[in-house]
């Protein structure tokens, strides 16, 4: 299990640029025109672990399988796309099948064409914001007539359906999105088969130029400064750097190219980081002889869940996972020495699964 993120923005603020760079590809064209990116570009990349490392070195494993993380290069909106304008509807079916957003702002001048004429990130979120609520509150008012006379005939089912579509569309009206409703626990899946373009996580990229890759600038400041006003998360980026990245193959080359821009890591880890924190996402591991494997559950989950996400059938015949926390596996050197030092736990299925985990489970077939 990994998660779908959809790269959304206007035209030529640098998705696909960015695309290109997080899976080391050249699959999405970039070109200096609106939508050239016509169809969804999908592309997977495993999510880097030092962790995963050393415990493969540990145990000696012939092979090592990260967890996968899932992109989706979405052809740039414009405004007007709730009404259809440009690729709109295309835009809003493929965002809709996402599970969070990462939104591209554009944070650099230069002689690249902006499709509003000038470079001003917050009036570029605010566009694509604007037409996921447009297109939101167009759905909800398609539908809760219908379920708001169903309710008072009796329905049950369409009086509580009635009841939070009129909870967020007048969060919608208000210009706020729907993931800044509060839903009761017992509303969650009435909302989530609302299926809310505005419900998402989102997580803003300032793409910046090169010399500001590792200072931000003025624009990516404000863009900070907007993320946290909206209880969401940024990172700064240059997609340009990322895109040159993507081809050193070198670790001793791309760390002394990191240093010699001043950063200490790809952007790519900063949004896988921040991606993981969107989502509520944690790692655990499984090692062996014959491989070292990540595996993504969300937080929360329970170790027969866990289990569920290797096999269906780990989950269903469970009886215990035997667990060993990464750092102690790490410190320790080996599953023999976690047990005789005793950081071998037996956990049952009440337990919740902690961040860096390993499982060995134990199940009937």
């Known amino acids: 299990m990994g998660f779908n993120c959809g790269i959304v923005g206007l035209p030529n603020v640098g998705k696909s640029t960015l695309f290109n760079a997080l899976t080391s590809t050249q699959a999405a064209e970039a070109a200096n025109y609106p939508f050239c990116t016509i169809e969804p570009n999908t592309g997977r990349v495993g999510v880097p672990d030092e962790r995963l490392q050393k415990i493969?070195?540990?145990?000696?494993?012939a092979q090592i399988i990260p967890t996968q993380l899932e992109f989706v290069d979405?052809?740039?909106l414009v405004r007007g796309a709730s009404k259809g304008e440009g690729l709109g509807n295309q835009f809003l079916a493929n965002i809709r099948e996402a599970n969070a957003i990462v939104h591209v702002l554009r944070c650099f001048d230069g002689e690249v064409t902006h499709v509003e004429g000038s470079v001003d990130p917050i009036r570029d979120a605010d566009t694509v914001e604007t037409e996921l609520l447009l297109a939101d509150m167009e759905s909800i008012e398609k539908r809760i007539g219908n379920a708001e006379k169903r309710g008072k005939a009796g329905d049950k089912?369409?009086?509580?359906l009635f009841e939070v579509m009129s909870k967020v569309l007048t969060a919608l009206q208000a210009g706020r999105p729907a993931r800044t409703v509060s839903i009761a626990s017992d509303e969650e899946r009435i909302f989530q088969g609302l299926q809310l373009l505005s419900s998402k996580p989102v997580l803003?990229?300032?793409?910046?130029g090169e010399a500001e890759a590792a200072t931000g600038n003025d624009y990516s400041r404000r863009v900070a400064e907007m993320a946290e006003k909206l209880g969401a998360k940024s990172v700064v980026i240059s997609a340009k750097i990322e895109s040159?990245?993507?081809?050193i193959k070198d670790p001793?080359?791309?760390?002394e190219f990191l240093t010699s821009l001043g950063l200490e890591e790809p952007g790519l880890r900063k949004i896988i980081r921040a991606g993981y924190e969107l989502l509520g996402l944690l790692t655990f591991f499984t090692v062996g002889p014959k491989e070292a494997r990540a595996w993504t559950v969300t937080k929360g989950a329970t170790?027969?869940?866990?289990?569920?996400v290797i096999h269906t059938d780990f989950q269903r015949g469970f009886i215990k996972a035997e667990t060993i926390a990464c750092a102690d596996f790490i410190a320790l050197g080996s599953e023999q020495a976690c047990k005789e030092a005793g950081k071998m736990r037996q956990e049952g299925k009440a337990y919740v699964v902690k961040d860096g985990d390993i499982f060995h489970f134990r199940f009937n077939v």
């Open 74 to 76: 979405i052809a740039g």
């Open 56 to 61: 493969a070195a540990l145990a000696k494993s």
């Open 252 to 255: 001793a080359e791309l760390q």
């Open 204 to 208: 803003y990229v300032a793409n910046v």
């Open 244 to 247: 040159e990245l993507a081809l």
């Open 303 to 308: 170790a027969p869940e866990a289990a569920g």
């Open 157 to 160: 089912e369409a009086k509580a």
